[in-house]
């Protein structure tokens, strides 16, 4: 399973790309970012993000796009120029029929360092760690972007877990009903 | 000269494309609405919306696009979603090297109307008048659109006025100057 996590932004894109193992285990395929042309309009810019992602979808092949959610509260201009560079990225993974996993800074923090509220460099420590790096990715936006397909990762496993623990609940409660009472499955 | 004028929305991106004579006579070429799938996923919208424009400048080829700018303030929520479907328009436009212009609301209505406080009946009556409809374009997302595509004709045409102004001007203060004085031009 291959994750390609996105931070999206009109000026530095960070992305990360990260394979999950049938044993669960994670290990970093790449990361870095995509800087758009200085000084270059808004449209361009928007060409030069979803070039780069293009770029990384191609050699990479990921089955899967996480990106941040859309919950925070910034100014409305803000919003709407990051929703360009936003925008970019989801048209890339629409294109190839990929499905986009959203979670929101808190659930990422969450996942990663246990708390909603980690700081910045909690992130860069537990993604380092996890992923048993030497330092953590370099710079900011592409840590931020491998935790959140690290995110990704873990949320999966949760769910796993929790469609295990399901199916021992209801294995269990099977083994325990009386043999004439069965019949409804 | 051909404008594309388009105004972006997840759910309906109208657009409109007006062509402007040497007589600078404007005549409407097509308009229309983009209508994304209801209950979609944001990420197959902004795809919609770019295979759509996509569509429209494959078919009548403009020298340039013309979207309302980032100028209004919404909730920062609607404002980035919004930006998603914008940054889909601009990077169909940047993909081609096709210019971008941008106008604010007031500037659009202040071209059409004459006034930057315009009602948008007033713009739907301007518009069908102006290009010698027989009713004004629908639904009103298509009109918005053909009014930001006029709004770009009627600023070049501005444009163009001021620069022959400026020509003669300079043209009579040259005719003015006494020739002993000439030299630095």
Same mark, same amino acid.
């Given at each position: ?13 960070? &992305? ?6 049938? #044993? ?25 993000? &979803?070039?780069?992602? *293009? *770029? ?15 919950? &925070?509260?910034?100014? @409305? ?25 959203? &979670? ?16 910045? *460099? ?21 840590? #931020? ?11 999966? @496993? ?9 199916? #021992?609940?209801?294995?269990?409660? @099977? ?11």
């Amino acid at each position: 399973m291959i994750v390609l996590g996105v931070d999206p932004g009109t000026a530095t894109t960070g &992305y990360g790309v990260v394979a999950r193992g049938r #044993d669960g285990a994670v290990s970093l395929l790449e990361c870095g970012v995509i800087r758009t042309t200085p000084r270059s309009d808004l449209a361009r810019r928007v060409a030069e993000i &979803y070039e780069g992602i *293009e *770029e990384v979808l191609t050699r990479r092949t990921p089955e899967i796009v996480a990106v941040e959610g859309i919950f &925070y509260s910034r100014n @409305a201009r803000t919003a709407m120029v990051l929703g360009h560079a936003r925008g970019a990225v989801l048209l890339a993974a629409a294109q190839r029929e990929l499905p986009v996993a959203e &979670y929101s800074p808190a659930e990422v923090k969450h996942a990663i360092v246990g708390s909603g509220r980690a700081t910045k *460099e909690q992130i860069q420590f537990m993604v380092q760690r996890l992923l048993r790096l030497k330092a953590p990715p370099q710079p900011a936006d592409a840590a #931020d972007a491998v935790a959140i397909a690290l995110c990704h990762c873990y949320a999966l @496993a949760a769910a796993r877990l929790a469609t295990l623990a399901q199916n #021992d609940r209801v294995g269990a409660a @099977a083994r325990h009903r009386p043999a004439a009472a069965g019949g409804a499955a």
